[in-house]
């Protein structure tokens, strides 16, 4: 009755699917790459409301009169933004099923974000391995890109985070 979680679906019962997110160990492949989707168009709102969650007041961000007199004149985008954006459009598929996102690296932001641009993201599986201290689990790591809808590169970061394999994942438990 189970079809593959790699379908995105499994069938529970007659004419009824259940949405899977994100993937067990056992299915990421070194060099696999996923595209995430849909894009997002990032907004004054998601600017302003994160860099005052975050207690980012710095006029680059939230001041138009002060940004008007910067080389870029007009408000950046928070690179924090950015990040949660492009982090959030990787998760899902990627660690959907995670049990622990165990670090970023190599954050790297060439090219600057503002109101109105659209962000897509993709992410390449660098590696994988079984965990030597939790049986059951496995640690795969990936470069993710965020680009704008013009192609251009403006994130670039690598993580790692903890899966279940198949014969230890508990989603059937919890109705997921």
Same mark, same amino acid.
Request: hydrophobic share 35%; glycine share 10%; with cysteine.
């Given at each position: 009755?189970?079809?593959?979680?790699? *379908?995105?679906?499994?069938?529970?019962?007659?004419?009824?699917?259940?949405?899977?997110?994100?993937?067990?160990?056992?299915?990421?492949?070194?060099?696999?790459?996923?595209?995430?989707?849909?894009?997002?168009?990032?907004?004054?709102?998601?600017?302003?409301?994160?860099?005052?969650?975050?207690?980012?007041?710095?006029?680059?961000?939230?001041?138009?009169?002060?940004?008007?007199?910067?080389?870029?004149?007009?408000?950046?985008?928070?690179?924090?933004?950015?990040?949660?954006?492009?982090?959030?459009?990787?998760?899902?598929?990627?660690?959907?099923?995670?049990?622990?996102?165990?670090?970023?690296?190599?954050?790297?932001?060439?090219?600057?974000?503002? *109101?109105?641009?659209?962000?897509?993201?993709?992410?390449?599986?660098?590696?994988?391995?079984?965990?030597?201290?939790?049986?059951?689990?496995?640690?795969?790591?990936?470069?993710?890109?965020?680009?704008?809808?013009?192609?251009?590169?403006?994130?670039?970061?690598?993580?790692?985070?903890?899966?279940?394999?198949?014969?230890?994942?508990?989603?059937?438990?919890?109705?997921?």
């Amino acid at each position: 009755m189970d079809e593959p979680a790699i *379908t995105g679906y499994r069938r529970v019962g007659e004419q009824r699917y259940r949405e899977q997110v994100g993937f067990h160990f056992e299915d990421f492949t070194v060099g696999d790459v996923f595209e995430h989707r849909p894009g997002r168009t990032v907004t004054e709102m998601d600017n302003v409301l994160m860099s005052m969650l975050s207690m980012n007041a710095a006029p680059l961000h939230i001041d138009a009169a002060y940004c008007a007199h910067t080389q870029w004149g007009r408000p950046l985008v928070s690179s924090l933004v950015t990040l949660s954006i492009v982090g959030g459009m990787a998760a899902r598929s990627t660690s959907g099923r995670a049990i622990a996102n165990l670090g970023w690296e190599r954050i790297r932001l060439p090219a600057p974000v503002f *109101t109105g641009d659209t962000l897509y993201a993709e992410s390449e599986i660098l590696s994988r391995r079984l965990s030597r201290s939790r049986p059951g689990e496995g640690i795969v790591s990936c470069r993710t890109t965020g680009s704008k809808s013009t192609g251009e590169v403006v994130l670039t970061f690598e993580r790692s985070f903890l899966v279940p394999t198949r014969a230890k994942d508990i989603g059937d438990l919890t109705g997921y």
